[in-house]
């Protein structure tokens, strides 16, 4: 795990916060400032790539500019990219790289709750050896985590009421014309509007074709 901005260097509880954030939105900021009443730190973690998704139209390097810019100033928060994508291994990552923390928390939604539960797993990363390495701190998303009676101690739950607000439909606004600010933390605006303006994006897909 390498840091972009700030640092945990202090901190003995720490929560991961991953993501693609294309781009970073007020969904990603409210569960980070949620988060912070159970911990001391919150990291938000872009991962090299991820075991699902893939990204292309703005960089790595631009989305950790914009995570950098919501997070300024703001001791209990900082930005680090992963190597891996697996939430165990960016727990395992945070661990090598600050030892005397206590076992992490990754923070996410309802929907990537269940798929960390229900995926196929190696030995070596099975769901069995993920509740010893970090605990799962899953936020309602259209509808709250209802956790099996087998993986008690391993999720919390929080309460979160950011349905409405996602990276894809930040893009999706922006990309017809129709407003998109109220979606988005202030600080960023003006990169997010560069970052993914129509002309932009279809300038740099002509330059692949």
């Known amino acids: 795990m390498e840091f972009f901005a700030g640092s945990i260097e202090w901190a003995r509880r720490v929560a991961l916060l991953p993501g693609s954030f294309h781009p970073p939105t007020k969904a990603h900021e409210g569960l980070a400032n949620a988060a912070l009443d159970r911990v001391d730190a919150v990291v938000f973690v872009l991962p090299r790539a991820f075991p ?37 291994e960016m727990a395992r990552e945070v661990r090598r790289c600050v030892t005397h923390i206590e076992t992490p928390l990754v923070l ?42 087998s993986l008690a101690g391993f999720v919390e739950t929080i ?19 129709a407003e998109w600010r109220h979606l988005v933390p202030a600080r960023i605006h003006a990169e997010v509007e560069r970052l993914y303006s129509r002309s932009r994006l279809d300038s740099k897909k002509a330059r692949s074709l």
């Not at 139209?57 to 928060?77: F, K, P």
């Not at 993920?130 to 099996?148: I, T, V």
């Not at 309460?159 to 014309?177: F, H, K, P």
Request: charged share 30%; hydrophobic share 40%; net charge negative.
């Open 108 to 149: 996410c939604g309802r929907d990537a709750a269940e798929r960390i539960v229900s995926w196929r797993y190696d030995a070596d990363t099975s769901i069995e050896r993920q509740r010893a390495e970090y605990r799962l701190l899953a936020a309602s998303r259209d509808g709250a985590f209802q956790p099996p009676d």
């Open 52 to 88: 699902h998704k893939a990204y292309d139209e703005v960089s790595l390097a631009d989305r950790l500019h914009m995570l950098a810019g919501l997070t300024a100033g703001e001791r209990r928060l900082a930005v680090a990219t992963s190597d891996g994508g697996l939430f165990i």
């Open 159 to 177: 309460e979160a009421n950011w349905d409405e607000v996602s990276s894809t439909a930040v893009r999706q606004a922006i990309a017809c014309g």
